[in-house]
Nanobody, 118 residues
Framework: QVQLVESGGGLVQPGGSLRLSCAASGNIFNSYAMGWYRQAPGKQRELVAR???????NYADSVKGRFTISRDNAKNTVALQMNSLKPEDTAVYYC????????????WGQGTQVTVSS
C-alpha cells in the first residue's frame, strides 16, 4: 500500500512564499506521475501542478509563473514551491501520486492547510 504525507503548510501574508513537501512510502515507482491539488471551502478540488516521470510539468493557469513543482525519485518526494501567494490561493493542498498501469489509481495525502491572509 501507499502512504503520502504532506508538510509545509501554514499561514502566510499575501506576497509571501511557502514550500510544500510530500513524502511517499510503500510501493512507489518512478513511473508514477506526481502532483498537487487544492480544494477551497465550497469549491471543487482542482489541479494545481503535475509532473510526470519524464519531468514534464503542467500548471493551473492561476498559478503559472508563481508555483514550481519538482520531484526527487530517489527520495519518493514531490515539492511545490509557492511564491507571490495571493488570498485566493487559500485552500487545503493535497499531494497526489498517480499510477497509470495496469489501471489508473490515485493515491492522496491527508492534506495541508495553506492560508494567505494579512
Amino acid at each position: 500500500q501507499v502512504q503520502l504525507v504532506e508538510s509545509g503548510g501554514g499561514l502566510v501574508q499575501p506576497g509571501g512564499s511557502l514550500r510544500l513537501s510530500c513524502a511517499a512510502s510503500g510501493n512507489i515507482f518512478n513511473s508514477y506521475a506526481m502532483g498537487w491539488y487544492r480544494q477551497a471551502p465550497g469549491k471543487q478540488r482542482e489541479l494545481v501542478a503535475r509532473i510526470t516521470s519524464g519531468g514534464s510539468t503542467n500548471y493551473a493557469d492561476s498559478v503559472k509563473g508563481r508555483f514550481t513543482i519538482s520531484r526527487d525519485n530517489a527520495k519518493n518526494t514531490v515539492a511545490l514551491q509557492m511564491n507571490s501567494l495571493k488570498p485566493e490561493d487559500t485552500a487545503v493542498y493535497y499531494c497526489n501520486f498517480r499510477r497509470s498501469l495496469p489501471i489508473p489509481v490515485d493515491y492522496w495525502g491527508q492534506g495541508t492547510q495553506v492560508t494567505v491572509s494579512s
